[in-house]
């Protein structure tokens, strides 16, 4: 007989994400670069409610959306165009690195914009998308769950390697 504790323990266990997620993308990619169906590809797989894709101009030093799920009228005004440093997508592009938050919700850090919570979304996460350099950031990748999450290592992994497929798209768009 199984130990209830373990039980218990494995009804919390968030659903795993596909780790060959990124092989998915990389086939919405190719030829036409279906941005769209990789991004819904993406929002699926991790039951996330909303999703974006920027593209950044360094020149300008803002991030231009390419691509949105979910975002809710009133706050696509403000994420078409984001300048670098503002919000979860400007501070990833400035850090080159994962910004997450458990609870956008909640949130005080200051990172995320108040006109973020119309979303809905608590748990998020925006990854940076690198040039074939791997140094310079040439866009963001974010998606947001309508509950709170904690982003596993493994989870980032995947994002990441998603993150790598746009940017190969991205390449050959120029």
């Given at each position: 007989?199984?130990?209830?504790?373990?039980?218990n323990?494995?009804?919390k266990e968030?659903p795993?994400?596909?780790?060959?997620?990124s092989q998915r993308?990389?086939?919405k990619?190719?030829?036409e670069?279906?941005?769209?169906?990789?991004?819904?590809?993406?929002?699926?797989?991790?039951?996330?409610?909303?999703?974006?894709i920027?593209?950044a101009?360094?020149?300008?030093r803002?991030?231009?959306?390419?691509?949105?799920?979910?975002?809710?009228e009133q706050?696509?005004?403000v994420t078409?165009?984001i300048?670098?440093g503002k919000?979860m997508a400007?501070?990833?592009?400035?850090?080159?690195?994962?910004?997450?938050?458990?609870?956008?919700?909640?949130?005080?850090?200051?990172?995320?914009?108040?006109?973020?919570?119309?979303t809905?979304?608590q748990?998020?996460?925006?990854v940076?998308i690198?040039?074939?350099?791997g140094?310079?950031?040439?866009?963001t990748?974010?998606?947001?769950?309508?509950?709170?999450h904690?982003?596993?290592?493994?989870?980032?992994?995947i994002?990441k390697?998603?993150?790598?497929?746009?940017?190969?798209?991205?390449?050959q768009?120029?």
């Amino acid at each position: 007989m199984s130990n209830p504790i373990e039980i218990n323990r494995l009804e919390k266990e968030e659903p795993m994400v596909d780790p060959n997620l990124s092989q998915r993308v990389e086939e919405k990619l190719k030829g036409e670069a279906n941005y769209q169906g990789a991004l819904d590809c993406i929002l699926e797989e991790f039951e996330a409610a909303t999703g974006s894709i920027h593209r950044a101009d360094h020149e300008t030093r803002f991030l231009h959306l390419v691509v949105q799920k979910g975002i809710p009228e009133q706050i696509l005004v403000v994420t078409t165009t984001i300048p670098f440093g503002k919000g979860m997508a400007g501070v990833c592009l400035e850090r080159a690195e994962p910004v997450t938050m458990c609870n956008l919700q909640t949130d005080d850090s200051g990172v995320a914009k108040p006109g973020a919570k119309l979303t809905q979304v608590q748990g998020a996460i925006v990854v940076p998308i690198f040039s074939g350099d791997g140094e310079t950031v040439i866009g963001t990748l974010g998606i947001g769950k309508p509950i709170e999450h904690d982003y596993t290592d493994q989870e980032i992994r995947i994002l990441k390697d998603c993150a790598l497929e746009f940017a190969k798209a991205m390449a050959q768009k120029e």
